[in-house]
């Protein structure tokens, strides 16, 4: 089994910045992805960003591209998120993820095998 701890969540204004953090526990596995998916009230889950443990490659859905940066810390087992330039937009629940197997994209839902509870991301105008 694998255990997830996200924190870092908040309010925000929008151009602001916030990093996510998570925590990772338990199990090991010789390829994954661990990153993080959204859900914004009334949409569906959203694949964000993810590292692949095979060759810490990333990968970022085109709407966070070039705002979001993912990065791990292997010694600590933890995984980041740093987001700038906020938008309202970005407004949702953020969830810690991870899904076994080598990707070469952003997970989609149905890959994801691990998921943590949730942090809030609340973005003003």
């Known amino acids: 089994d694998v255990q997830l701890q996200a924190s870092g969540g908040g309010l925000v204004q929008a151009g602001g910045s916030l990093r996510l953090s998570c925590a990772a526990s338990?199990?090991?596995?010789?390829?994954?992805?661990i990153g993080w998916f959204r859900q914004a009230p009334g949409k569906e889950r959203e694949g964000v960003s993810c590292i692949s443990s095979s060759d810490g490659s990333t990968y970022y859905a085109d709407s966070v591209k070039g705002r979001f940066t993912i990065s791990s810390d292997n010694a600590k087992n933890m995984v980041y998120l740093q987001m700038n330039s906020l938008k309202p937009e970005d407004t949702a629940v953020y969830y810690c993820v991870v899904g076994i197997g080598r990707f070469t994209v952003v997970p989609s839902e149905v890959d994801i095998d691990y998921w943590g509870k949730g942090t809030q991301v609340t973005v003003s105008s």
């Open positions: 338990g199990s090991t596995f010789d390829d994954y992805a």
